[in-house]
């Protein structure tokens, strides 16, 4: 049973020693909150008196004015919407959600950050009480003086929310109190009402009261003193102030007041559309401007509280303007309130956040708008009209080389003067002449190949009399490639894009921020021929690419180029959108007992060293045991060692030497750089269940010349690619003919292998009638099906569609 001491404002706010009672307390190593616990109570009444008439300047400055900054983010108030603490029947507290927002808040204050919490909810929990008190004391005198047989007519008196609130503060600040104990973080309650803003030393005892609860690393636990308070004024505000209506605008005053670095208001929405939520043209705001109030619709407000929407944002501007960084996001999720908080603070694309900073350019979702707008009339045109456009970016890539390698070598200086990137890296940053060259080669063989891509009919088939289908390649939709050091990726994946009639967005990593931007120009000017400019556009703003992933709404496939990791993390974070690639190119070259030993040297020798780096160099040599001990094998070894190849042993290999080389400490390692894994094996059987055991599905090779044993590992194996006496960096699209790659997928369904035009296309179905129904094939109908494969047309004359 608690024991709550509570204190006038008069006996409080104006007396020094409330707050000693917190430091004995807590020097003591108890908890200030617990039982008997402190609650600091200041009464007062609601009115336009203002919390302060001029918002404090934060010592850091300004709000943050991208959402990435928000990690720094070091006091943080937490605003608890009515709709979140509730439950849906508002009457009692979701007990899940507050748990899961309580383990955030704790987390977050454990990280040295100094967390203060505005929460709702009293009304809820006192109403849950009282109507239980009702319902047994009505229940008891009607059992006395009525019979049993009259319980059933029992109804519920209206119950008054300044009651209810009376009832449910002290219970709602122990379940506080129980949750935060459980992370060994210490609470403590503040009650505050309008009196409390009327005199200046209350103000600032207040303000000396919550600095001194975040020194002593308290949560402070802030609410309006429902008992007592009257509704509020209507048009209250003063000039430049913001009166205290709700929750919203005590937690933007108080933030304010506090100088917070953010202010998290949760709630039962997503954040703020543009319209109400729930109509058809309804968009989430991913980021707000003081600006844009005029681009916008307030729906009505929540199920509880008494405020909404519009109070929200007012509040929250006035923080903003403040100082204080606020994100209005959904509390009540069931799948994401269990992170909501933290992944704000981690800057992730979570709600609505209010920035003074408008960006110069479009936002990313205006630019998926625009790309997808543009890609549509880029479908559309001619197969001659996008291999004008392909064959224009091909001549700009030489005549412009000089604007290209200038701005290369920048990029290239940038990064070795900050040491981030390893040797790998850097050639794959690195443009030439010569790169160029082969780049502009493999755009024209794109251009040819494009005049048979978008429209091409692939099946006809006579279902009935004037009932003809036909299956049509179409685009695939809007792309989103995410590259990291490659700058050359771009002119490519461009130019597939443009070939296949896809919208192209395009994510590059900022070592080569200043390649990318002239080399998207190039593309613009050439997409500018046939009116198309925006159909590629490039993400240049400061979007994390988890927030990319998510939208699953605008995005329709995302191609990563990149590391191992990058691929990962994106397979990872792609919710709902298909991902085209392969995580890891650990790929092998198995030299058979009967491999020709100049064939061997040389495909080992270009497998390995003509560009370690790619994601089609070998990884692991695997050799025939026979061969160990044999002129062939030595030359092997002997060749690595001349190429500066680092040589770690699998363990049957070092079960063989008595002085080995570094054991390996995994066989799935891709290595890409000058290093590989030497391994034995019995058989090339064994060779087989080798790879399909610790290999990736890329590329892998055997050497031999045993016809027979080649075209069993052919067969037998399962890779995306699969050679017989020929180097594994064979494996791409250019060397394939198809122009160009915008990667190398693993993935069994759809594309496999280099991935290029044929890979970014899909297919619908059209069917042409006059008239028909499915019920004149019925069994009483006059129609019968024939289903007759006719001859297919390459391109079909004004019927070419788009998706």
């Known amino acids: 049973m608690y024991l709550q001491k509570m204190f006038s404002c008069s006996q409080l706010l104006s007396r020094p020693n409330a707050l000693q009672t917190f430091k004995r307390a807590a020097s003591k190593g108890k908890n200030p909150s617990s039982s008997p616990f402190l609650t600091l109570h200041a009464v007062r009444q609601w009115s336009n008196v203002p919390f302060f ?39 009692g507290l979701a007990l899940g959600r507050l748990a899961s927002i309580v383990e955030q808040v704790a987390m977050l204050q454990n990280q040295g950050r100094e967390m203060m919490i505005v929460t709702s909810g009293a009304v809820a929990f006192g109403k849950q009480r009282l109507r239980h008190e009702i319902l047994l004391s009505q229940s008891v005198r009607q059992a006395l003086h009525s019979g049993q047989n009259q319980l059933k007519d029992m109804s519920l008196p209206v119950l008054e929310a300044r009651a209810c609130a009376a009832a449910g503060q002290s219970g709602l600040m122990a379940l506080y109190e129980a949750m935060f104990t459980q992370y060994s973080t210490c609470t403590a309650q503040i009650l505050v ?66 100088r917070a670095d953010l202010l998290i208001a949760l709630s039962d929405v997503e954040g703020l559309y543009d319209s109400p939520p729930g109509s058809d043209d309804a968009k989430l705001l991913d980021t707000f401007y003081p600006g844009d109030q005029h681009s916008i619709t307030y729906g009505t407000k929540s199920r509880v509280g008494i405020g909404g929407m519009e109070a929200k944002v007012k509040a929250a501007l006035w923080a903003l303007q403040g100082g204080t960084s606020v994100v209005i996001a959904n509390g009540t999720h069931p799948k994401v309130t269990g992170h909501v908080i933290t992944d704000i603070v981690e800057g992730k694309k979570v709600g609505t956040f209010f920035s003074e900073v408008k960006p110069a350019g479009p936002t990313v979702e205006q630019q998926t708008e625009m790309a997808r707008s543009a890609g549509r009339t880029l479908a559309s045109l001619e197969p001659e009209q996008r291999s004008d456009i392909i064959c224009a970016l091909a001549d700009l890539l030489t005549e412009r080389k000089d604007e290209i390698l200038s701005a290369n070598k ?176 650990i790929c092998h070259v198995y030299v058979d007992h009967e491999a020709s030993v100049d064939k061997a040297i040389k495909i080992i ?72 894994c030497i391994e034995v094996v019995d058989s090339m059987q064994e060779a087989v269940d080798h790879i399909h055991k610790y290999g990736s599905s890329h590329t892998d090779v055997i050497v031999t010349e045993n016809e027979d044993t080649a075209e069993q590992f052919l067969q037998q194996l399962d890779s995306a690619c699969v050679f017989w006496n020929a180097s594994s960096r064979f494996a791409d699209g250019y060397r394939f003919g198809l122009g160009a790659e915008v990667g190398i997928s693993t993935a069994r369904i759809h594309a496999r292998g280099p991935v290029g035009l044929e890979g970014l296309l899909t297919t619908k179905w059209v069917l042409r009638g006059e008239g028909h129904t499915a019920a004149d094939f019925s069994e009483h109908g006059s129609m019968t099906y024939l289903h007759e494969n006719l001859p297919v047309a390459q391109v079909l004359p004004g019927r070419r569609t788009t998706s």
């Open 605 to 676: 020798r270009d497998s390995k060293c003509d560009y370690p780096a790619a994601c089609n160099a070998m990884e692991t040599l695997l050799v025939h045991r026979e061969l160990l001990r044999t002129p062939l094998f030595d030359q092997i070894i002997d060749m690595l060692r001349t190429e500066h190849v680092k040589i770690h042993a699998g363990p049957k290999f070092a079960s063989y030497l008595t002085f080995s080389p570094s054991e390996v400490k995994s066989l799935r390692t891709e290595y890409g750089d000058l290093e590989c």
């Open 193 to 258: 009402t309008n009196l409390d803003f009327h005199d200046d030393q209350k103000r600032r005892n207040l303000n000396s009261t919550l600095h001194e609860l975040l020194r002593m690393n308290i949560v402070p636990i802030i609410n309006t003193n429902d008992a007592v308070v009257p509704p509020p004024e209507p048009n209250s505000d003063l000039q430049g102030v913001i009166s205290i209506k709700d929750n919203d605008s005590l937690a933007a005053r108080l933030a304010v007041e506090m």
């Open 53 to 91: 008439t001029v918002p404090l300047a934060r010592a850091h400055g300004k709000s943050f004015a991208h959402r990435s900054d928000l990690r720094q983010a070091k006091r943080i108030v937490v605003k608890l919407g009515s709709a979140v603490v509730t439950r849906g029947d508002e009457c």
């Open 410 to 585: 920048k990029d290239m200086e940038n990064a070795v003067g900050t040491g981030r990137l390893s040797p790998a890296m850097l050639k794959r940053l690195s443009l030439s002449s010569s790169k160029l060259n082969s780049l502009s080669i493999g755009l024209r063989q794109i251009a040819v190949s494009s005049q048979d891509s978008v429209g091409r009919v692939l099946r006809r088939t006579r279902v009935a009399n004037n009932l003809e289908l036909e299956q049509i390649t179409v685009p695939i939709g809007v792309l989103l490639v995410i590259f990291e050091s490659r700058p050359d990726c771009l002119p490519q994946v461009s130019a597939l894009a443009i070939a296949s009639g896809n919208a192209l967005l395009l994510k590059g990593g900022k070592e080569a921020a200043n390649t990318n931007r002239i080399l998207h120009e190039l593309a613009q000017e050439a997409l500018s021929i046939h009116g198309v400019k925006d159909a590629i556009q490039l993400v240049s703003t400061r979007e994390e690419v988890e927030d990319l992933c998510r939208l699953e709404k605008m995005i329709d496939l995302i191609i990563p180029r990149g590391s191992s990791q990058l691929v990962r993390d994106i397979q990872r974070a792609a919710k709902g959108i298909p991902v085209l690639g392969h995580s890891e190119g």
